[in-house]
């Protein structure tokens, strides 16, 4: 099966940048080093195409009750112009996805899921509003999402913002939204991010997405900002304690599981309700650090007195800190502090357990 070029394919190709398939989509994988475009965005900023991401349209007079159904949040409650964290979770209270819902009214709201899980998300936001009144628009195959993030991503993107828009730019707070316009185009910018860092996240019609690119990286050639690809993208969330789904999240574990017990919210009915109620956590979520150079990588087991406890989710030598760092899922009870042996290709390595973030920004 061909897969899905996103408008800014053209663009990526231009700057040689290295493409792999992610989620049944073309996507750009790094464009120089995977160290250097880290460290982009750490210290300076790095803009990312994104474009793979489902975005999902929920209209009509019922959107409200139909998401508070179909998620573990209650999105009618969110006041307008706000974006919150949430999951889908099945029957069972495994996690289906994990997405960000934007509320621009009280009948319109935007979904954004993982590429991945972006079909069922439509479907089971369609599959659970039955006999109410909604409308569910998958509009990501005409849609572009490009995120500028970073501690100087604030004044990049404010160079691009019209004029007129500029104060309620200014004013944009921490997972907050709105309709601006850049370059005189209409955009739907986000004050989120997956990096741990202070960044945007710009929405448009695809059509304007090439423009816009271009415009951002001239805005930040005085930050020397970087494209960056997804290898970034996977270490800097990681330092930054972020979850990803297939790692961290499978419809094998649920929320409390996946140590995000704390999201669910149990004042309203929503399916797979009744499962998370009386569900007794079989795995637990830690971070651990370890020492020298060798990184533990998603699989490597975690042993204590020669037992298995889990395995771990996500590891990585990080960039920033300079030392092994990971996610696990293991059996509870483990405290912050307790040294656990990991079976990295072979040889054990002790690694400690410790807090999340990893990394925490500044900025």
């Known amino acids: 099966m061909a897969l899905h070029d996103t408008a800014l394919t053209p663009v990526h190709q231009r700057l040689g940048a290295f493409m792999t398939d992610f989620a049944g989509w073309n996507m750009p994988l790094r464009y120089s080093s995977d160290r250097a475009e880290h460290e982009a965005v750490r210290t300076r900023a790095g803009l990312f195409d994104l474009s793979h991401m489902g975005q999902i349209r929920v209209r009509g007079k019922d959107a409200g009750a139909a998401l508070d159904h179909a998620l573990v949040t209650n999105p009618s409650k969110m006041p307008q112009g706000r974006a919150r964290y949430s999951l889908m979770v099945n029957e069972s209270g495994g996690i289906m996805d994990d997405l960000i819902v934007y509320k621009d009214d009280d009948e319109d709201f935007l979904v954004v899921a993982n590429a991945a899980n972006r079909v069922r998300v439509a479907e089971q936001l369609q599959s659970r509003s039955t006999d109410l009144d909604v409308e569910v628009d998958d509009q990501t195959t005409d849609r572009a999402l490009i995120a500028c993030q970073g501690p100087r991503s604030a004044e990049i993107v404010a160079a691009v913002i019209d004029e007129g828009d500029r104060e309620d730019f200014d004013g944009l707070g921490y997972y907050r939204h709105a309709h601006l316009h850049m370059l005189g185009l209409p955009v739907h910018i986000a004050r989120t991010g997956y990096t741990g860092e202070r960044g945007y996240e710009i929405m448009c019609e695809?059509?304007?997405?090439?423009?816009?690119?271009?415009?951002?990286?001239?805005?930040?050639?005085?930050?020397?900002?970087?494209?960056?690809?997804?290898?970034?993208?996977?270490?800097?969330?990681?330092?930054?304690?972020?979850?990803?789904?297939?790692?961290?999240?499978?419809?094998?574990?649920?929320?409390?599981?996946?140590?995000?017990?704390?999201?669910?919210?149990?004042?309203?009915?929503?399916?797979?309700?009744?499962?998370?109620?009386?569900?007794?956590?079989?795995?637990?979520?830690?971070?651990?650090?370890?020492?020298g150079r060798?990184?533990?990588?998603?699989?490597?087991?975690?042993?204590?007195?020669?037992?298995?406890?889990?395995?771990?989710?996500?590891?990585?030598l990080s960039p920033t800190l300079g030392y092994p760092i990971a996610m696990a899922l293991a059996r509870p009870g483990l405290a912050i502090g307790d040294e656990v042996t990991v079976d990295v290709r072979g040889k054990e390595q002790t690694m400690t357990i410790c807090e999340l973030p990893f990394y925490k920004s500044t900025n």
């Open 206 to 291: 695809r059509e304007a997405a090439e423009q816009l690119w271009e415009a951002l990286m001239e805005a930040g050639k005085k930050a020397d900002m970087l494209p960056c690809g997804l290898a970034s993208r996977d270490t800097l969330r990681l330092e930054a304690g972020m979850p990803l789904y297939g790692h961290e999240l499978t419809e094998d574990t649920t929320p409390a599981e996946a140590g995000q017990g704390r999201v669910p919210k149990f004042d309203h009915d929503f399916v797979g309700r009744q499962a998370l109620e009386s569900n007794e956590p079989a795995t637990a979520l830690y971070a651990l650090k370890g020492e």
């Open 294 to 316: 060798r990184a533990a990588r998603a699989g490597c087991s975690i042993l204590k007195d020669g037992e298995k406890l889990g395995e771990i989710t996500s590891g990585v």
